[in-house]
């Protein structure tokens, strides 16, 4: 549960930097600056594809029928979130790759 603690800390520190980035593009008239602007949008993919991520997980879509419990007990909910968040990175990798390739860092 280490790494989904440390998953869950990411997740709001990411979430709070897009709150606070966004209130300060708003109010300031230039061009905040590129660097946090591509900042914000690496943010903004892990934020929303781990997010995806804990909807499925929180809404226990992967846990699968019940059945006898043996020890040692080793749940599937556990191997399916690892594989979700991997799976997940790869989808914000793509994301942000596709914005790269499209938009190009200069712009």
Same mark, same amino acid.
Request: some cysteine.
């Given at each position: ?9 990411? =997740? ?8 606070? +980035?966004?209130? /300060? =593009? ?20 892990? =934020? ?5 991520? @804990? ?6 879509? @992967? ?8 020890? $040692? +007990?080793? $749940?599937? !909910?556990?191997? +399916?979130?690892?594989?979700?968040? +991997? ?13 790269? /390739?499209?938009?190009?860092?200069? !712009?």
């Amino acid at each position: 549960m280490v790494m989904e603690e440390k998953l869950s800390k990411l =997740h709001r520190i990411t979430g709070v930097f897009l709150f606070v +980035y966004m209130i /300060i =593009h708003v109010l300031s008239k230039g061009p905040v600056c590129v660097y946090f602007d591509w900042l914000a949008v690496v943010a903004f993919a892990y =934020h929303a594809f781990n997010g995806i991520r @804990l909807v499925i997980v929180e809404l226990a879509l @992967l846990l699968g029928k019940p059945g006898f419990v043996e020890y $040692p +007990y080793s $749940p599937i !909910s556990l191997k +399916y979130s690892r594989v979700l968040f +991997y799976l997940s990175m790869v989808m914000a990798a793509m994301f942000l790759a596709i914005l790269i /390739i499209g938009k190009g860092m200069t !712009s």
